[in-house]
């Protein structure tokens, strides 16, 4: 069984760039959580997905976005890019949701900003 | 903000020592996990405990959960060149379906 996938893995953009961050879950896996972590602040919530509603919203601003088709690979996107958006952005698969089974996540997606 | 702190930051010691580390967190919860990263990985899950258990194993893993005291505790013994990895743990907050992640414990072992 294929793990959860994310690409690209690596993506450099300049302030003000908009970006698309995309990842396919497992398959079966109906929920998508996506997390932003940095040095600095750790593993951030962003949103979960599941059955291509967003079904909860970290504090982050509206800049970020994200969405989940009907084979429930998702995307994010984050416009208008700044520096502290920089990050190592990992999404997670579960079957339900991450209440009450463990999530399996990607390799992630290594943001950098210039 | 945080819903989880693990405790020590960083850890050190020998291949083959024991390896403990602490999590606590803020409100209740229906259930706690465990995982590991490498660096700039993405994580594996170890181990979920869910609120009204206070021990679990899993191979050269013990987790302990205390409710009371809103803490959990992650043991490796026999530790390994490989364990070297940050560790997480995770909590539900019990309300909606957000889940949070500690701040890490960064856990090196020396062959």
């Known amino acids: 069984k294929a793990g959860v996938t994310q690409t690209p893995r690596y993506l450099i953009k300049t302030r003000g760039q908009q970006v698309t961050l995309s990842c396919s879950p497992i398959?079966?896996?109906?929920?998508v959580s996506w997390y932003q972590q940095t040095p600095g602040q750790g593993l951030q919530f962003l949103f979960e997905?599941?059955?291509?509603?967003?079904?909860n919203k970290g504090n982050f601003p509206g800049r970020f976005s994200g969405r989940q088709f009907s084979n429930s690979r998702s995307e994010m996107n984050v416009s208008t890019l700044e520096l502290g958006d920089s990050a190592l952005y990992l999404c997670?698969?579960?079957?339900?949701?991450?209440?009450?089974?463990?999530?399996?996540f990607g390799s992630g997606t290594q943001l950098s900003v210039l | 903000s945080q819903q989880g702190e693990e405790d020590p930051q960083a850890l050190s010691i020998q291949e083959g020592e024991n390896a403990t580390m602490n999590c606590s967190y803020k409100?209740?919860?229906?259930?706690l996990q465990w995982y590991r990263q490498n660096s700039g990985r993405g994580l594996v899950h170890l181990i979920l405990i869910r609120s009204n258990e206070r021990e679990k194993h899993s191979g050269r893993l013990r987790v302990t959960l205390d409710t009371s005291k809103k803490s959990s505790s992650l043991l490796i013994t026999a530790s390994r060149a490989a364990d070297t990895a940050s560790y997480f743990c995770a909590t539900d907050a019990n309300t909606g379906n957000q889940f949070y992640f500690g701040t890490g414990t960064s856990l090196t072992v020396i062959p």
């Open positions: 997905y599941f059955s291509e509603t967003q079904r």
């Open positions: 409100t209740s919860i229906n259930n």
């Open positions: 398959s079966g896996h109906r929920s």
């Open positions: 997670a698969s579960s079957r339900q949701g991450p209440l009450n089974e463990k999530l399996f």
